[in-house]
């Protein structure tokens, strides 16, 4: 599955903003998918993640209340919401998925190394 996100830019403090994460090649629904950001000289962050068939939901730490995932499989894409946005919400974004299992839990669908499909990231600036 090849992975294309968008709609990141310079948003102020408080703003929303919603990315996408396009995907091609195959039915996303059927992945699981996940938000992770990385600000400049930190490690890469999860947000958030959405089980395939979308039966569940993961946020990370402080993620939930601002940020929600949701999935439009008519358009086979993904969507991190983002909401109250403050400037430490400045990374870039990145999308991802993995291909369904039985044994999910937070700690593996946290963990960047447990995506093998990456998509470029899309830079959000949140600054006044």
């Known amino acids: 599955v090849q992975l294309q996100a968008s709609g990141g830019g310079l948003v102020q403090p408080g703003d929303s903003l919603r990315l996408s994460c396009a995907a091609s090649?195959?039915?996303?629904?059927?992945?699981?998918t996940a938000w992770f950001r990385q600000a400049p000289g930190k490690e890469r962050e999860f947000v958030t993640a959405?089980?395939?068939?979308?039966?569940?939901?993961y946020y990370g730490e402080s993620m939930r209340g601002r940020f929600a995932i949701a999935r439009d499989n008519a358009k086979n894409t993904v969507y991190l919401q983002m909401s109250r946005l403050k400037p430490r919400d400045t990374a870039v974004y990145y999308c991802?998925?993995?291909?369904?299992?039985?044994?999910?839990?937070?700690?593996?669908?946290?963990?960047?190394?447990?995506?093998?499909?990456w998509g470029r990231g899309t830079l959000v600036t949140v600054s006044s």
């Open positions: 959405l089980s395939a068939g979308g039966s569940g939901t």
């Open positions: 090649g195959e039915t996303i629904d059927n992945y699981v």
């Open positions: 991802a998925a993995e291909s369904d299992r039985q044994d999910w839990t937070f700690t593996s669908v946290s963990a960047t190394n447990t995506y093998k499909y």
